[in-house]
Protein backbone atom coordinates (compact mmCIF):
# COMPACT_ATOMS: atom_id res chain seq x y z
CA UNK A 1 0.00 0.00 0.00
CA UNK A 2 2.56 2.38 -1.00
CA UNK A 3 -0.29 5.27 -1.85
CA UNK A 4 -2.61 6.37 1.28
CA UNK A 5 -4.98 9.35 0.16
CA UNK A 6 -6.52 10.41 3.04
CA UNK A 7 -10.27 11.60 1.81
CA UNK A 8 -12.10 15.04 2.93
CA UNK A 9 -15.70 14.97 2.38
CA UNK A 10 -16.02 18.94 2.29
CA UNK A 11 -19.23 18.45 1.39
CA UNK A 12 -20.91 19.55 5.71
CA UNK A 13 -18.63 20.78 7.89
CA UNK A 14 -15.66 21.74 5.82
CA UNK A 15 -12.54 23.03 7.96
CA UNK A 16 -11.04 26.00 7.62
CA UNK A 17 -8.31 26.43 5.06
CA UNK A 18 -6.26 27.53 7.82
CA UNK A 19 -7.18 24.70 10.47
CA UNK A 20 -6.24 22.12 6.80
CA UNK A 21 -3.15 23.94 6.93
CA UNK A 22 -2.20 22.86 10.44
CA UNK A 23 -3.04 19.63 10.09
CA UNK A 24 -0.84 18.34 6.91
CA UNK A 25 2.52 18.10 8.52
CA UNK A 26 0.59 15.43 10.96
CA UNK A 27 -0.94 13.89 8.15
CA UNK A 28 2.54 13.37 6.40
CA UNK A 29 4.21 12.06 9.79
CA UNK A 30 1.32 9.44 10.07
CA UNK A 31 1.74 8.08 6.70
CA UNK A 32 -0.64 9.67 4.36
CA UNK A 33 1.24 10.31 0.55
CA UNK A 34 -1.88 12.28 -0.77
CA UNK A 35 -5.36 13.75 -0.48
CA UNK A 36 -8.29 12.81 -2.41
CA UNK A 37 -10.46 15.93 -2.10
CA UNK A 38 -13.74 15.96 -2.88
CA UNK A 39 -15.10 19.86 -2.71
CA UNK A 40 -18.71 19.28 -3.94
CA UNK A 41 -20.09 22.76 -3.07
CA UNK A 42 -17.00 24.66 -1.52
CA UNK A 43 -14.91 24.26 -4.60
CA UNK A 44 -15.01 28.43 -6.15
CA UNK A 45 -16.99 27.44 -9.29
CA UNK A 46 -17.53 30.70 -11.25
CA UNK A 47 -19.43 31.91 -14.47
CA UNK A 48 -22.69 29.95 -15.02
CA UNK A 49 -21.60 27.70 -12.44
CA UNK A 50 -21.17 30.04 -9.38
CA UNK A 51 -24.54 29.42 -8.00
CA UNK A 52 -23.29 25.79 -7.16
CA UNK A 53 -20.94 27.69 -4.69
CA UNK A 54 -21.87 27.66 -0.87
CA UNK A 55 -21.40 30.84 1.12
CA UNK A 56 -18.37 28.62 3.12
CA UNK A 57 -16.95 27.96 -0.16
CA UNK A 58 -13.29 28.44 -0.14
CA UNK A 59 -11.51 31.34 -2.47
CA UNK A 60 -9.89 30.71 -5.32
CA UNK A 61 -6.48 32.18 -3.16
CA UNK A 62 -7.36 30.09 -0.10
CA UNK A 63 -7.21 26.83 -2.46
CA UNK A 64 -4.16 27.92 -4.21
CA UNK A 65 -2.77 28.54 -0.36
CA UNK A 66 -3.85 25.24 0.47
CA UNK A 67 -2.71 23.30 -2.45
CA UNK A 68 0.86 24.55 -2.42
CA UNK A 69 1.28 23.40 1.29
CA UNK A 70 0.11 20.01 0.49
CA UNK A 71 2.59 19.87 -2.26
CA UNK A 72 5.33 21.00 0.09
CA UNK A 73 4.41 19.06 2.53
CA UNK A 74 5.17 15.97 -0.57
CA UNK A 75 1.71 15.54 -0.74
CA UNK A 76 -0.47 14.20 -3.98
CA UNK A 77 -3.79 15.70 -4.92
CA UNK A 78 -6.79 14.15 -6.15
CA UNK A 79 -9.56 16.06 -6.87
CA UNK A 80 -12.91 14.64 -6.53
CA UNK A 81 -15.80 15.84 -8.75
CA UNK A 82 -19.12 13.44 -8.80
CA UNK A 83 -20.06 12.91 -12.29
CA UNK A 84 -23.50 10.72 -12.35
CA UNK A 85 -24.88 9.63 -9.03
CA UNK A 86 -25.05 11.67 -5.75
CA UNK A 87 -25.08 14.71 -8.10
CA UNK A 88 -27.52 16.41 -5.77
CA UNK A 89 -25.52 19.48 -4.58
CA UNK A 90 -25.78 20.67 -8.46
CA UNK A 91 -29.25 19.11 -9.38
CA UNK A 92 -30.99 20.59 -6.45
CA UNK A 93 -30.66 23.68 -8.03
CA UNK A 94 -33.65 25.14 -10.56
CA UNK A 95 -31.20 26.12 -13.48
CA UNK A 96 -29.99 21.89 -13.25
CA UNK A 97 -32.91 20.76 -12.21
CA UNK A 98 -33.77 19.92 -15.87
CA UNK A 99 -30.94 17.46 -16.21
CA UNK A 100 -31.70 15.24 -13.51
CA UNK A 101 -32.89 11.33 -15.17
CA UNK A 102 -35.89 11.36 -13.41
CA UNK A 103 -37.47 14.62 -13.03
CA UNK A 104 -38.35 14.56 -9.21
CA UNK A 105 -35.52 13.51 -7.94
CA UNK A 106 -31.77 15.83 -7.53
CA UNK A 107 -29.48 12.82 -7.08
CA UNK A 108 -28.78 11.19 -10.55
CA UNK A 109 -27.38 13.23 -13.59
CA UNK A 110 -29.72 12.49 -17.44
CA UNK A 111 -26.81 10.85 -19.20
CA UNK A 112 -28.80 11.22 -22.73
CA UNK A 113 -28.70 15.06 -22.81
CA UNK A 114 -25.74 16.47 -24.62
CA UNK A 115 -25.91 19.34 -22.03
CA UNK A 116 -25.02 16.97 -19.21
CA UNK A 117 -21.83 16.08 -20.27
CA UNK A 118 -20.89 19.26 -20.79
CA UNK A 119 -21.85 20.14 -16.95
CA UNK A 120 -19.58 17.39 -16.00
CA UNK A 121 -16.57 18.93 -18.43
CA UNK A 122 -17.23 22.71 -17.36
CA UNK A 123 -17.13 21.45 -13.45
CA UNK A 124 -13.97 19.76 -14.25
CA UNK A 125 -12.10 22.13 -16.09
CA UNK A 126 -12.23 24.58 -13.53
CA UNK A 127 -11.35 22.30 -11.04
CA UNK A 128 -8.14 21.29 -13.06
CA UNK A 129 -7.63 25.01 -13.98
CA UNK A 130 -6.73 25.43 -9.91
CA UNK A 131 -4.42 22.36 -9.49
CA UNK A 132 -1.12 21.93 -11.10
CA UNK A 133 0.91 18.32 -11.90
CA UNK A 134 -2.08 15.83 -11.48
CA UNK A 135 -2.15 12.24 -12.40
CA UNK A 136 -4.88 11.25 -11.09
CA UNK A 137 -8.21 13.03 -11.16
CA UNK A 138 -11.55 10.79 -9.55
CA UNK A 139 -14.92 11.34 -11.57
CA UNK A 140 -17.11 9.62 -8.64
CA UNK A 141 -19.65 7.48 -10.41
CA UNK A 142 -21.05 5.41 -7.33
CA UNK A 143 -24.81 4.39 -6.18
CA UNK A 144 -26.28 5.97 -9.35
CA UNK A 145 -29.88 5.73 -7.90
CA UNK A 146 -32.76 5.33 -10.21
CA UNK A 147 -30.85 5.03 -13.41
CA UNK A 148 -33.03 4.03 -16.86
CA UNK A 149 -36.34 5.16 -14.55
CA UNK A 150 -36.27 8.51 -16.25
CA UNK A 151 -38.33 9.43 -19.57
CA UNK A 152 -35.60 9.04 -22.50
CA UNK A 153 -34.04 6.26 -20.67
CA UNK A 154 -37.13 4.17 -20.84
CA UNK A 155 -37.15 4.78 -24.52
CA UNK A 156 -33.67 3.84 -25.07
CA UNK A 157 -34.12 1.15 -22.78
CA UNK A 158 -36.77 -0.06 -25.17
CA UNK A 159 -34.35 -0.49 -28.33
CA UNK A 160 -32.80 -4.25 -28.32
CA UNK A 161 -29.80 -5.05 -26.40
CA UNK A 162 -29.80 -2.13 -24.58
CA UNK A 163 -29.39 -2.52 -20.77
CA UNK A 164 -28.96 -0.45 -17.30
CA UNK A 165 -25.22 -1.60 -17.81
CA UNK A 166 -24.59 -0.71 -20.83
CA UNK A 167 -25.70 2.78 -20.19
CA UNK A 168 -24.21 3.29 -16.75
CA UNK A 169 -20.82 2.13 -18.73
CA UNK A 170 -21.63 4.63 -21.77
CA UNK A 171 -21.63 7.46 -19.57
CA UNK A 172 -18.62 6.95 -17.48
CA UNK A 173 -16.63 5.61 -21.06
CA UNK A 174 -17.61 9.79 -21.99
CA UNK A 175 -16.59 11.38 -18.93
CA UNK A 176 -13.30 9.42 -18.97
CA UNK A 177 -12.54 10.02 -22.57
CA UNK A 178 -13.27 13.47 -22.39
CA UNK A 179 -10.96 14.01 -19.40
CA UNK A 180 -8.53 11.73 -21.31
CA UNK A 181 -9.04 14.15 -24.32
CA UNK A 182 -8.35 17.30 -22.21
CA UNK A 183 -6.09 16.42 -19.92
CA UNK A 184 -3.91 13.40 -21.31
CA UNK A 185 -1.23 13.03 -18.18
CA UNK A 186 -4.34 12.39 -15.97
CA UNK A 187 -5.73 9.12 -15.08
CA UNK A 188 -9.57 8.98 -14.20
CA UNK A 189 -10.43 6.64 -10.94
CA UNK A 190 -14.19 5.89 -10.41
CA UNK A 191 -15.86 4.19 -7.42
CA UNK A 192 -16.58 0.43 -8.89
CA UNK A 193 -19.96 -0.09 -7.16
CA UNK A 194 -21.83 0.22 -10.27
CA UNK A 195 -19.46 -2.28 -12.02
CA UNK A 196 -19.22 -4.79 -9.65
CA UNK A 197 -22.52 -7.03 -10.34
CA UNK A 198 -21.56 -6.39 -14.13
CA UNK A 199 -20.97 -9.71 -16.41
CA UNK A 200 -17.08 -9.82 -17.70
CA UNK A 201 -18.46 -9.79 -21.29
CA UNK A 202 -20.22 -6.69 -20.66
CA UNK A 203 -17.32 -4.86 -18.97
CA UNK A 204 -14.72 -5.68 -21.44
CA UNK A 205 -16.82 -5.14 -24.47
CA UNK A 206 -17.71 -1.58 -22.71
CA UNK A 207 -14.44 0.22 -23.46
CA UNK A 208 -14.20 1.44 -19.87
CA UNK A 209 -11.53 -0.85 -18.55
CA UNK A 210 -8.91 1.18 -20.53
CA UNK A 211 -10.03 4.61 -19.65
CA UNK A 212 -10.13 3.96 -15.65
CA UNK A 213 -9.38 2.89 -12.80
CA UNK A 214 -11.42 1.38 -10.54
CA UNK A 215 -11.59 1.71 -6.55
CA UNK A 216 -12.81 -0.90 -5.04
CA UNK A 217 -14.82 0.16 -1.52
CA UNK A 218 -15.95 -1.48 1.90
CA UNK A 219 -15.87 0.08 4.85
CA UNK A 220 -17.25 -3.01 7.25
CA UNK A 221 -15.25 -4.34 9.75
CA UNK A 222 -15.27 -8.02 8.57
CA UNK A 223 -14.87 -7.66 4.71
CA UNK A 224 -15.07 -10.76 2.51
CA UNK A 225 -11.18 -10.86 2.07
CA UNK A 226 -12.02 -13.91 -0.31
CA UNK A 227 -14.49 -11.99 -2.61
CA UNK A 228 -12.60 -9.06 -3.07
CA UNK A 229 -9.75 -11.39 -4.38
CA UNK A 230 -12.29 -12.82 -6.79
CA UNK A 231 -13.45 -9.09 -7.81
CA UNK A 232 -9.87 -8.10 -8.43
CA UNK A 233 -8.85 -11.07 -10.70
CA UNK A 234 -12.60 -10.58 -12.20
CA UNK A 235 -11.56 -6.38 -12.93
CA UNK A 236 -8.13 -7.83 -14.30
CA UNK A 237 -9.61 -9.92 -16.82
CA UNK A 238 -12.01 -7.40 -18.27
CA UNK A 239 -8.89 -5.24 -18.86
CA UNK A 240 -8.43 -2.97 -15.74
CA UNK A 241 -4.66 -2.50 -15.18
CA UNK A 242 -4.94 -1.11 -11.75
CA UNK A 243 -7.28 -1.11 -8.85
CA UNK A 244 -7.57 0.73 -6.16
CA UNK A 245 -8.81 0.02 -2.46
CA UNK A 246 -10.71 2.52 -0.30
CA UNK A 247 -11.55 2.15 3.42
CA UNK A 248 -13.09 4.42 6.05
CA UNK A 249 -11.45 5.94 9.26
CA UNK A 250 -14.53 7.71 9.94
CA UNK A 251 -18.65 8.59 8.78
CA UNK A 252 -19.35 4.67 8.19
CA UNK A 253 -20.86 3.82 11.52
CA UNK A 254 -24.18 5.16 11.46
CA UNK A 255 -25.75 8.50 9.65
CA UNK A 256 -25.68 10.75 12.92
CA UNK A 257 -22.61 8.96 14.89
CA UNK A 258 -20.74 11.67 17.08
CA UNK A 259 -17.46 9.96 18.02
CA UNK A 260 -15.55 7.78 16.01
CA UNK A 261 -15.65 3.60 16.44
CA UNK A 262 -11.91 3.71 16.10
CA UNK A 263 -11.85 -0.62 16.86
CA UNK A 264 -14.49 -0.89 13.59
CA UNK A 265 -11.87 1.51 11.16
CA UNK A 266 -8.61 -0.23 12.80
CA UNK A 267 -10.51 -3.73 11.94
CA UNK A 268 -11.54 -2.30 8.35
CA UNK A 269 -7.86 -1.52 7.48
CA UNK A 270 -6.70 -5.16 8.57
CA UNK A 271 -9.07 -6.17 6.44
CA UNK A 272 -7.71 -4.52 3.34
CA UNK A 273 -4.42 -5.56 4.24
CA UNK A 274 -5.22 -8.96 3.97
CA UNK A 275 -7.11 -8.66 0.90
CA UNK A 276 -3.73 -6.58 -0.38
CA UNK A 277 -1.43 -9.55 0.72
CA UNK A 278 -3.15 -12.13 -1.29
CA UNK A 279 -3.61 -9.74 -4.66
CA UNK A 280 -0.55 -9.32 -7.39
CA UNK A 281 1.49 -6.28 -6.46
CA UNK A 282 1.75 -4.97 -9.54
CA UNK A 283 -2.28 -4.62 -10.14
CA UNK A 284 -3.02 -2.12 -7.10
CA UNK A 285 -2.62 1.55 -7.00
CA UNK A 286 -2.71 2.74 -3.78
CA UNK A 287 -6.14 2.89 -1.08
CA UNK A 288 -8.02 5.92 0.07
CA UNK A 289 -9.18 6.27 3.24
CA UNK A 290 -12.57 7.81 3.68
CA UNK A 291 -13.86 10.40 6.04
CA UNK A 292 -17.39 10.80 5.14
CA UNK A 293 -18.54 13.70 6.37
CA UNK A 294 -22.50 13.48 5.55
CA UNK A 295 -24.01 10.18 3.67
CA UNK A 296 -25.35 12.86 1.29
CA UNK A 297 -25.79 16.07 0.37
CA UNK A 298 -29.21 16.06 2.55
CA UNK A 299 -28.23 13.99 5.63
CA UNK A 300 -27.02 15.69 9.06
CA UNK A 301 -22.87 15.53 10.00
CA UNK A 302 -21.36 12.53 11.78
CA UNK A 303 -17.87 12.76 13.04
CA UNK A 304 -16.34 15.83 12.26
CA UNK A 305 -12.73 15.69 11.33
CA UNK A 306 -11.10 16.52 14.54
CA UNK A 307 -12.59 14.23 16.55
CA UNK A 308 -11.90 11.28 13.95
CA UNK A 309 -8.07 12.73 13.97
CA UNK A 310 -7.19 9.58 16.54
CA UNK A 311 -8.91 6.98 14.30
CA UNK A 312 -7.13 8.43 11.25
CA UNK A 313 -3.79 7.87 13.07
CA UNK A 314 -4.41 4.33 13.96
CA UNK A 315 -5.68 3.77 10.29
CA UNK A 316 -2.93 5.02 8.52
CA UNK A 317 -0.25 3.34 10.28
CA UNK A 318 -1.71 -0.05 10.28
CA UNK A 319 -1.40 0.27 6.56
CA UNK A 320 1.83 2.13 6.58
CA UNK A 321 3.33 -0.68 8.79
CA UNK A 322 1.15 -3.84 7.70
CA UNK A 323 -0.31 -4.40 11.37
CA UNK A 324 -1.24 -2.55 14.77
CA UNK A 325 1.59 -3.63 17.48
CA UNK A 326 1.84 -2.28 20.95
CA UNK A 327 4.85 -0.59 18.83
CA UNK A 328 2.54 0.95 16.49
CA UNK A 329 0.12 1.97 19.44
CA UNK A 330 2.77 4.02 21.09
CA UNK A 331 4.23 5.71 17.86
CA UNK A 332 0.63 7.03 17.54
CA UNK A 333 0.22 7.97 20.94
CA UNK A 334 3.22 9.96 20.08
CA UNK A 335 2.46 11.59 17.12
CA UNK A 336 -0.86 12.81 18.78
CA UNK A 337 0.41 13.38 22.18
CA UNK A 338 -1.92 11.27 24.13
CA UNK A 339 -0.86 9.33 26.78
CA UNK A 340 -2.95 6.46 26.36
CA UNK A 341 -5.32 5.68 23.44
CA UNK A 342 -8.18 3.39 23.78
CA UNK A 343 -9.73 2.15 20.63
CA UNK A 344 -12.67 0.06 21.42
CA UNK A 345 -14.26 2.35 23.81
CA UNK A 346 -14.87 6.17 23.31
CA UNK A 347 -12.68 7.16 26.42
CA UNK A 348 -9.81 8.16 25.85
CA UNK A 349 -8.90 9.87 28.81
CA UNK A 350 -5.24 12.17 27.81
CA UNK A 351 -5.91 14.82 26.27
CA UNK A 352 -3.87 14.88 22.89
CA UNK A 353 -2.14 18.19 21.41
CA UNK A 354 -3.35 17.36 17.65
CA UNK A 355 -4.71 20.29 16.07
CA UNK A 356 -8.32 19.94 17.33
CA UNK A 357 -8.14 18.08 20.34
CA UNK A 358 -9.86 20.17 22.19
CA UNK A 359 -12.99 19.60 20.35
CA UNK A 360 -12.62 15.73 20.66
CA UNK A 361 -12.59 16.24 24.42
CA UNK A 362 -15.51 18.42 24.86
CA UNK A 363 -17.86 16.80 21.96
CA UNK A 364 -16.99 13.52 24.32
CA UNK A 365 -18.18 15.21 26.92
CA UNK A 366 -21.40 16.36 25.45
CA UNK A 367 -22.06 13.19 23.20
CA UNK A 368 -21.67 10.73 26.69
CA UNK A 369 -22.97 13.23 29.50
CA UNK A 370 -25.63 15.75 28.29
CA UNK A 371 -28.30 13.78 27.56
CA UNK A 372 -28.31 11.23 29.61
CA UNK A 373 -27.77 13.84 33.01
CA UNK A 374 -30.92 16.07 31.60
CA UNK A 375 -32.79 12.56 30.86
CA UNK A 376 -31.83 11.99 34.52
CA UNK A 377 -33.04 15.05 35.56
CA UNK A 378 -36.28 15.05 33.77
CA UNK A 379 -37.50 11.60 33.71
CA UNK A 380 -36.08 9.78 36.51
CA UNK A 381 -35.73 12.56 39.41
CA UNK A 382 -38.84 11.62 41.51
CA UNK A 383 -39.57 15.22 42.86
CA UNK A 384 -39.57 16.41 39.13
CA UNK A 385 -41.90 13.47 37.78
CA UNK A 386 -43.92 13.75 40.84
CA UNK A 387 -44.21 17.01 41.92
CA UNK A 388 -43.24 19.73 38.77
CA UNK A 389 -44.98 17.54 36.04
CA UNK A 390 -46.06 18.85 32.55
CA UNK A 391 -48.91 19.53 34.03
CA UNK A 392 -47.47 21.24 37.38
CA UNK A 393 -45.61 23.43 34.57
CA UNK A 394 -48.50 24.38 32.57
CA UNK A 395 -50.80 26.14 35.45
CA UNK A 396 -47.62 27.45 37.23
CA UNK A 397 -47.94 24.86 40.61
CA UNK A 398 -44.91 23.90 42.75
CA UNK A 399 -45.24 23.12 46.41
CA UNK A 400 -42.43 25.35 47.98
CA UNK A 401 -40.96 22.43 50.25
CA UNK A 402 -40.45 20.16 46.65
CA UNK A 403 -39.12 22.95 45.08
CA UNK A 404 -35.76 23.05 47.73
CA UNK A 405 -35.09 19.26 46.25
CA UNK A 406 -34.74 20.01 42.75
CA UNK A 407 -34.07 23.36 41.55
CA UNK A 408 -30.18 23.81 43.33
CA UNK A 409 -29.53 20.21 40.76
CA UNK A 410 -31.55 22.00 38.27
CA UNK A 411 -29.52 25.42 38.31
CA UNK A 412 -25.82 24.13 38.70
CA UNK A 413 -26.82 21.35 35.81
CA UNK A 414 -27.50 24.06 33.30
CA UNK A 415 -24.48 26.29 34.44
CA UNK A 416 -21.90 23.49 34.07
CA UNK A 417 -23.49 22.37 30.62
CA UNK A 418 -24.06 26.41 29.54
CA UNK A 419 -19.99 26.48 30.47
CA UNK A 420 -18.93 22.76 28.28
CA UNK A 421 -21.08 24.52 24.93
CA UNK A 422 -19.62 28.05 25.64
CA UNK A 423 -15.72 26.37 25.68
CA UNK A 424 -16.98 23.99 22.67
CA UNK A 425 -18.35 26.51 20.68
CA UNK A 426 -15.07 28.64 21.02
CA UNK A 427 -13.11 25.84 20.06
CA UNK A 428 -15.39 25.22 17.02
CA UNK A 429 -14.48 28.48 15.73
CA UNK A 430 -11.23 28.20 15.06
CA UNK A 431 -11.85 25.18 12.81
CA UNK A 432 -15.43 25.32 11.41
CA UNK A 433 -17.47 28.12 10.27
CA UNK A 434 -20.47 29.34 11.60
CA UNK A 435 -22.94 27.41 9.51
CA UNK A 436 -21.47 23.80 10.66
CA UNK A 437 -21.04 25.15 14.47
CA UNK A 438 -24.79 25.93 14.27
CA UNK A 439 -25.59 22.58 12.68
CA UNK A 440 -24.23 20.49 14.97
CA UNK A 441 -25.40 22.28 18.42
CA UNK A 442 -28.97 22.13 16.79
CA UNK A 443 -28.55 18.58 16.69
CA UNK A 444 -26.36 17.78 19.12
CA UNK A 445 -26.63 19.78 21.80
CA UNK A 446 -30.32 22.00 21.80
CA UNK A 447 -32.48 19.47 22.16
CA UNK A 448 -31.26 18.40 25.74
CA UNK A 449 -30.02 22.01 26.78
CA UNK A 450 -33.34 23.49 25.46
CA UNK A 451 -35.47 20.69 27.81
CA UNK A 452 -32.64 21.60 30.35
CA UNK A 453 -33.53 25.55 30.10
CA UNK A 454 -37.24 25.06 29.84
CA UNK A 455 -37.41 23.31 33.43
CA UNK A 456 -35.20 26.04 34.96
CA UNK A 457 -37.55 29.04 33.52
CA UNK A 458 -40.99 26.95 34.08
CA UNK A 459 -39.55 26.78 37.78
CA UNK A 460 -38.90 30.45 38.05
CA UNK A 461 -42.40 31.26 36.77
CA UNK A 462 -44.05 28.80 39.16
CA UNK A 463 -42.24 30.04 42.39
CA UNK A 464 -43.24 34.12 40.80
CA UNK A 465 -46.98 32.84 40.47
CA UNK A 466 -46.82 31.32 44.35
CA UNK A 467 -44.94 34.57 45.62
Known amino acids: ?9 LKGAAPRAQYLEQVLPLLRALGATGLLLEYEDTFPYTGPLELLRAPHAYSPAELRALLSRVRAQGLDVV ?23 VKALPNTLNPHKEESLALVKAMIDQVMALHEDLQWFHIGCDEVYCLGEGEESKQWLQQQDNTPEKLCLSHIKAVATCLASSYPMVTPIVWDDMLRGMSEETLAGSG ?15 IDVEGKVQLIEKYRRCGFSKVWFASAFKGATGVNQSLTLIGHHLRNQLGWLQVA ?30 VAIPSLAVCLQALENGGYSEKVKENVEKLLG ?7 TFMS ?3 GTFPGSNILTLVT ?34 H ?19 AVVQDLQAAMEQVFHKCTIEEWMEENVHPSLQKLQQVVDDLDEAIKAQN
Not at 338 to 344: A, G, K, R, V
Request: with cysteine; aromatic share 12%; glycine share 2%.
Open 349 to 351: TSL
Open 400 to 418: PIIMHHFQPDAVSLLSKWN
Open 1 to 9: MRRRLVHLD
Open 208 to 222: VPQLVQPMIWDYAAD
Open 277 to 306: SRSPADVLEGIALTGWQRYDHFSVLCELLP
Open 365 to 398: QVSFYLKSSVDELLERNRYVTGWFSPYHRKRKII
Open 79 to 101: PLVQSFGHMEFVLKHREFAHLRE
Open 338 to 344: MSNLEID
